[in-house]
């Protein structure tokens, strides 16, 4: 059974770093692409970033330059590197195992972890 966690979420200020990880574990099976997603309190929940095998990446434009997505395939699990953080980055961020389509697609599963809370103070 595949199990996605997340974890690193917490409180920070603004203008304040941290650094989201994701595990996947009970598989053997390489996600051909993974993604950060986050809902926001009242919000539907947005893709953040996706990063395709171990490199390619897309962001939404509100997170370019200041998040960073990464993946280490061999003990697969991804990271979310958030710096400069702002108080609308505040939300629940889940990681999704997925697929691609194109160069800028990600087709989300439904493998998702249980989320890991991000608040950001002003």
């Known amino acids: 059974q595949v199990q996605l966690v997340e974890s690193g979420g917490g409180l920070v200020q603004s203008g304040g770093s941290l650094r989201l990880s994701c595990a996947a574990s009970g598989t053997n099976l390489i996600f051909s692409a993974m993604g950060w997603y986050r809902q926001a309190p009242g919000k539907e929940r947005e893709l953040v970033a996706f990063v395709v095998g171990g490199g390619t990446s897309t962001y939404a434009d509100s997170v370019k330059g200041r998040f960073t997505i990464s993946r280490d395939i061999p003990k697969n699990t991804m990271y979310l590197q958030m710096n400069n953080l702002k108080p609308d980055d505040t939300g629940v961020y889940y990681c999704?195992?997925?697929?691609?389509?194109?160069?800028?697609?990600?087709?989300?599963?439904?493998?998702w972890g249980q989320g890991t809370q991000v608040t950001v103070s002003s």
């Open positions: 999704n195992g997925g697929r691609f389509r194109g160069v800028s697609e990600y087709l989300p599963t439904d493998y």
